[in-house]
């Protein structure tokens, strides 16, 4: 069974920020927080991931909870392109960890 | 810099049938995963080839197998098909380390349908 909780499906303006929760209450120390997406026809992709501090890239940033036990994928300023459905996972220290995908948030973006 | 590649794009089969699916990791990755993905759903692990051994497993039955070669290219093999078997077949790709920074690579698929 998947280890976090997201929300079915989420909508925001365009050119608006964005922001994606995730719940993980069960993250163990060693578990980092990645967040995918994938658009329509195509894999999933790497959006960004980190382990306890607030985290920033090209695409996005990863806000995680003090406890851990949660965390917020933020678009800055959502585009159309960004209309997909994002993933937040954890990934743990061992080399043959399986990952593990819930049914993610599916994110449209209105004009 | 190719990424992950997948053959073939779209394939149709019938009850009973067997199907091949290809995949060439990212250059520098060792390690392969599959997932199948259903209509709406997330990936859903499949299995993981590592050093040319299945390393991992999801709870897919023994119909579904792999091979991974010196190349670390990979192969899935479902045998018997079923209609349930009808996905999104996704390979992903990655180095193997012990860290949880490890990203995965995906490919875009290979859609399967089975009639």
């Known amino acids: 069974d998947a280890k976090t909780t997201q929300p079915n499906s989420m909508e925001s303006n365009e050119e608006e920020p964005v922001h994606l929760p995730c719940n993980h209450s069960?993250?163990?120390?060693?578990?980092?927080i990645h967040w995918y997406r994938q658009l329509p026809s195509q894999g999933p992709e790497y959006v960004i991931h980190?382990?306890?501090s607030n985290v920033n890239n090209r695409m996005a940033s990863l806000a995680i909870a003090e406890d851990r036990k949660s965390s917020t994928l933020i678009l800055h300023r959502a585009t159309l392109r960004d209309a997909a459905v994002y993933y937040c996972?954890?990934?743990?220290?061992?080399?043959?960890?399986?990952?593990?995908f819930g049914k993610g948030t599916r994110l449209h973006i209105l004009p | 810099d190719a990424g992950v590649t997948q053959s073939p794009t779209h394939l149709i089969k019938t009850r009973g049938q067997q199907v091949t699916l290809r995949c060439s990791p990212k250059?520098?990755?060792?390690?392969v995963s599959w997932y199948q993905q259903a209509l709406g759903q997330g990936p859903q692990f499949i299995f993981q080839y590592y050093e040319e051994e299945e390393r991992q497993r999801g709870n897919f039955p023994d119909r579904f197998s792999g091979h991974q070669f010196p190349n670390y290219s990979s192969e899935l093999n479902v045998n018997a098909l079923l209609l349930g078997d009808s996905a999104l077949y996704l390979c992903?790709?990655?180095?193997?380390?012990?860290?949880?920074?490890?990203?995965?690579?995906f490919g875009a698929g290979s859609r399967l349908t089975v009639l």
């Open positions: 980190g382990l306890t």
């Open positions: 069960t993250i163990s120390g060693t578990d980092y």
């Open positions: 250059s520098g990755h060792d390690t």
């Open positions: 996972i954890l990934r743990g220290y061992d080399r043959d960890d399986k990952i593990i």
């Open positions: 992903a790709s990655n180095l193997d380390r012990a860290t949880g920074a490890n990203v995965l690579t």
